[in-house]
């Protein structure tokens, strides 16, 4: 049986390609929304960092009516540290609107989720938006596209795709690039004809797939999934199975359903095929959980999420200043929060270490774990990390692989010397370079992920802001060698006590500071940039010695440099492997993991060398 009066899709693409405001306006037009309601941009972000920082990190549900035909959409991320959350929610979709900028064209994070699609034979639509830009370049971006498509094998059927030229931030869309775009009806017309209706047999016995958990203080766990066979109802007793738990066989009660109707959850007492349901009330429930009838537990397969590539430790803060700043401050706090992000981050990894002071948390990239770090200080969590390090294999050969990733730069011609320089000091190889036009080249490379660690920050200064950098896991490869992460060195605070101008002014001397006066300081922890090579001790607490005599020149103002403030980014790429970042929900403070100077030149002089 099909439903006619349903379709479900996912809109994927790379990073800030405009899916989120495709989905604002689809929301819009289809009449979500009061024709006088005051609508924030990109709704569907309500995460307040996915907000500051404009991009998705966290798959949204939504649903809009279009003649009578419910359309549930998925606004997945388009950031590869969040690959997988797109990966789970394309088991409830029966087809997917591909977004790529008109400009930029296909990039490496869109050819991730294609690829992710075509393996679901999923059938696509592709949306080239942006058309309203000035150096717009659709009909080339088609191109792009099929060339795409047929590098990742796709069939006869997803080749002959339909494509739909769009601006979604001026709301209209077209079938051809000639043809005058007034609305987003012809993207509604292509989902209604392009995406099949879900199919199954409302007789057979309930079988749900839970692709998403999301969590609510007052009802627990909910998972969302879409119902795939049989029907499912309020207070029905029904079996949780995992295709990859053979052993796994609970008995739960379903105590309330809800479908989704714009923004809002609505509950309803039965859902039957291809409705996208959340449900309630089953304590236990995971990712990837199949919800059946007891007569007849037989689990979905569930797509299986690629593996962790970077990890961090996770230490509880024992600095100086420990628990003078934040809620939540013990090993127990820590394990509690950290085992609670599993609930929702199919992407995450925890694990205990020797110590209950530590955790080993292995993430699908920096901006993956800086999230989880940004989100656990606004809570109130207060505790240390390390610095990011990748995760190795070890081949049947007994040789060391490691994770490499390919690096799509595009750059102002003048900066492609620097950057080639750069990339081949830490172990980059160029596979590709072209002029792109507009005075701007694109290369690409092959280079190891723990190449690429603490680099950003070092790109947007060698490219004066003016550069872009995309990079999508590539599998492992050989072990290329060592790699130097910084060249500088880090000043360190001599003795405990507040920042004094006349310690600050001397030290400034010595390179760049990271704080200004009064503020609090300990032995061992980092307060500026040695730009040699070697750390530096210097004594931000040191006063002017009082003297009887004054001169005219005495008592001239000192004046500082005004001290460079890291943000959560840039001290994570600072840090060295001796050091840590302390992170409070007021404080970001970076310190030598041994605080005694004397105790850390006995251990640097006493470490065995690589």
């Given at each position: 049986?099909?439903?006619?009066?349903?379709?479900?899709?996912?809109?994927?693409?790379?990073?800030?390609?405009?899916?989120?405001?495709?989905?604002?306006?689809?929301?819009?037009?289809?009449?979500?929304?009061?024709?006088?309601?005051?609508?924030?941009?990109?709704?569907?972000?309500?995460?307040?960092?996915?907000?500051?920082?404009?991009?998705?990190?966290?798959?949204?549900?939504?649903?809009?009516?279009?003649?009578?035909?419910?359309?549930?959409?998925?606004?997945?991320?388009?950031?590869?540290?969040?690959?997988?959350?797109?990966?789970?929610?394309?088991?409830?979709?029966?087809?997917?609107?591909?977004?790529?900028?008109?400009?930029?064209?296909?990039?490496?994070?869109?050819?991730?989720?294609?690829?992710?699609?075509?393996?679901?034979?999923?059938?696509?639509?592709?949306?080239?938006?942006?058309?309203?830009?000035?150096?717009?370049?659709?009909?080339?971006?088609?191109?792009?596209?099929?060339?795409?498509?047929?590098?990742?094998?796709?069939?006869?059927?997803?080749?002959?795709?339909?494509?739909?030229?769009?601006?979604?931030?001026?709301?209209?869309?077209?079938?051809?690039?000639?043809?005058?775009?007034?609305?987003?009806?012809?993207?509604?017309?292509?989902?209604?004809?392009?995406?099949?209706?879900?199919?199954?047999?409302?007789?057979?016995?309930?079988?749900?797939?839970?692709?998403?958990?999301?969590?609510?203080?007052?009802?627990?766990?909910?998972?969302?999934?879409?119902?795939?066979?049989?029907?499912?109802r309020v207070n029905q007793d029904v079996v949780l199975v995992n295709a990859h738990e053979p052993d796994l066989n609970v008995k739960v009660k379903i105590s309330k359903l809800y479908e989704f109707d714009g923004l809002k959850r609505v509950e309803i007492n039965e859902a039957t095929i291809g409705t996208i349901v959340a449900i309630s009330g089953v304590s236990d429930i995971h990712i990837g959980d199949t919800i059946c009838s007891p007569?007849?537990?037989?689990?979905?397969?569930?797509?299986?999420?690629?593996?962790?590539?970077?990890?961090?430790?996770?230490?509880?803060?024992?600095?100086?200043?420990?628990?003078?700043?934040?809620?939540?401050?013990?090993?127990?706090?820590?394990?509690?929060?950290?085992?609670?992000?599993?609930?929702?981050?199919?992407?995450?990894?925890?694990?205990?270490?020797?110590?209950?002071?530590?955790?080993?948390?292995?993430?699908?990239?920096?901006?993956?774990?800086?999230?989880?770090?940004?989100?656990?200080?606004?809570?109130?969590?207060?505790?240390?990390?390390?610095?990011?390090?990748?995760?190795?294999?070890?081949?049947?050969?007994?040789?060391?692989?490691?994770?490499?990733?390919?690096?799509?730069?595009?750059?102002?011609?003048?900066?492609?010397?620097?950057?080639?320089?750069?990339?081949?000091?830490?172990?980059?190889?160029?596979?590709?370079?072209?002029?792109?036009?507009?005075?701007?080249?694109?290369?690409?490379?092959?280079?190891?992920?723990?190449?690429?660690?603490?680099?950003?920050?070092?790109?947007?200064?060698?490219?004066?802001?003016?550069?872009?950098?995309?990079?999508?896991?590539?599998?492992?490869?050989?072990?290329?060698?060592?790699?130097?992460?910084?060249?500088?060195?880090?000043?360190?605070?001599?003795?405990?006590?507040?920042?004094?101008?006349?310690?600050?002014?001397?030290?400034?001397?010595?390179?760049?500071?990271?704080?200004?006066?009064?503020?609090?300081?300990?032995?061992?922890?980092?307060?500026?940039?040695?730009?040699?090579?070697?750390?530096?001790?210097?004594?931000?607490?040191?006063?002017?010695?009082?003297?009887?005599?004054?001169?005219?020149?005495?008592?001239?103002?000192?004046?500082?440099?005004?001290?460079?403030?890291?943000?959560?980014?840039?001290?994570?790429?600072?840090?060295?492997?001796?050091?840590?970042?302390?992170?409070?929900?007021?404080?970001?403070?970076?310190?030598?993991?041994?605080?005694?100077?004397?105790?850390?030149?006995?251990?640097?002089?006493?470490?065995?060398?690589?």
């Amino acid at each position: 049986m099909k439903r006619e009066d349903i379709r479900n899709i996912a809109i994927i693409a790379h990073v800030d390609h405009g899916k989120t405001t495709l989905v604002d306006e689809l929301l819009k037009q289809s009449g979500v929304f009061r024709s006088n309601q005051a609508v924030v941009e990109r709704v569907m972000d309500s995460n307040a960092i996915e907000r500051e920082r404009g991009i998705t990190i966290l798959s949204k549900n939504t649903a809009v009516t279009y003649k009578g035909t419910k359309i549930n959409i998925i606004d997945t991320p388009g950031h590869a540290d969040f690959g997988g959350e797109v990966e789970r929610v394309l088991k409830m979709v029966n087809g997917v609107v591909l977004v790529v900028d008109a400009f930029e064209g296909a990039m490496p994070q869109t050819k991730f989720v294609l690829k992710k699609a075509l393996e679901l034979s999923l059938p696509v639509i592709v949306c080239v938006n942006k058309i309203d830009r000035a150096e717009a370049r659709p009909i080339e971006v088609v191109d792009e596209v099929l060339e795409l498509l047929m590098e990742l094998d796709a069939s006869d059927e997803q080749l002959d795709c339909p494509f739909v030229f769009a601006s979604a931030k001026l709301g209209v869309a077209s079938l051809s690039v000639d043809d005058e775009a007034v609305d987003m009806t012809p993207l509604f017309e292509t989902i209604m004809q392009s995406i099949p209706a879900p199919e199954g047999d409302p007789d057979k016995s309930t079988q749900v797939l839970i692709s998403t958990i999301d969590y609510n203080e007052y009802v627990g766990r909910i998972g969302i999934g879409k119902v795939d066979s049989g029907t499912i109802r309020v207070n029905q007793d029904v079996v949780l199975v995992n295709a990859h738990e053979p052993d796994l066989n609970v008995k739960v009660k379903i105590s309330k359903l809800y479908e989704f109707d714009g923004l809002k959850r609505v509950e309803i007492n039965e859902a039957t095929i291809g409705t996208i349901v959340a449900i309630s009330g089953v304590s236990d429930i995971h990712i990837g959980d199949t919800i059946c009838s007891p007569d007849n537990p037989v689990p979905i397969l569930f797509q299986k999420i690629s593996e962790p590539t970077i990890a961090m430790y996770f230490n509880v803060n024992d600095s100086p200043l420990a628990g003078k700043e934040g809620k939540f401050i013990t090993s127990r706090h820590l394990r509690e929060r950290l085992l609670r992000e599993l609930n929702t981050d199919v992407s995450l990894r925890v694990e205990e270490t020797d110590t209950t002071e530590s955790f080993k948390v292995s993430g699908r990239g920096e901006l993956h774990l800086s999230v989880l770090i940004e989100n656990m200080r606004r809570e109130g969590y207060e505790f240390s990390v390390s610095k990011a390090e990748v995760l190795f294999k070890i081949d049947e050969n007994g040789k060391k692989l490691e994770p490499m990733e390919h690096a799509m730069i595009d750059v102002p011609d003048e900066f492609t010397g620097i950057i080639i320089d750069k990339m081949g000091q830490r172990k980059g190889e160029m596979i590709n370079m072209h002029n792109s036009g507009n005075g701007h080249t694109r290369i690409e490379f092959s280079i190891p992920a723990r190449g690429l660690i603490g680099y950003r920050g070092e790109f947007l200064t060698d490219t004066k802001g003016t550069g872009i950098i995309n990079t999508l896991f590539d599998g492992h490869g050989p072990y290329k060698g060592d790699i130097q992460y910084r060249k500088t060195g880090s000043l360190i605070a001599y003795e405990s006590g507040d920042s004094i101008t006349y310690g600050l002014f001397n030290a400034q001397e010595r390179g760049i500071l990271f704080i200004g006066a009064g503020v609090k300081v300990y032995a061992g922890m980092v307060i500026g940039q040695n730009p040699k090579a070697e750390d530096m001790e210097v004594n931000v607490c040191k006063r002017k010695q009082l003297t009887n005599t004054r001169s005219s020149s005495a008592d001239d103002s000192m004046r500082l440099s005004p001290p460079k403030t890291l943000s959560l980014e840039q001290a994570l790429e600072f840090i060295e492997t001796d050091e840590l970042l302390e992170v409070t929900p007021m404080s970001l403070r970076i310190r030598k993991k041994i605080l005694d100077a004397t105790t850390r030149m006995r251990y640097r002089r006493n470490k065995p060398s690589n």
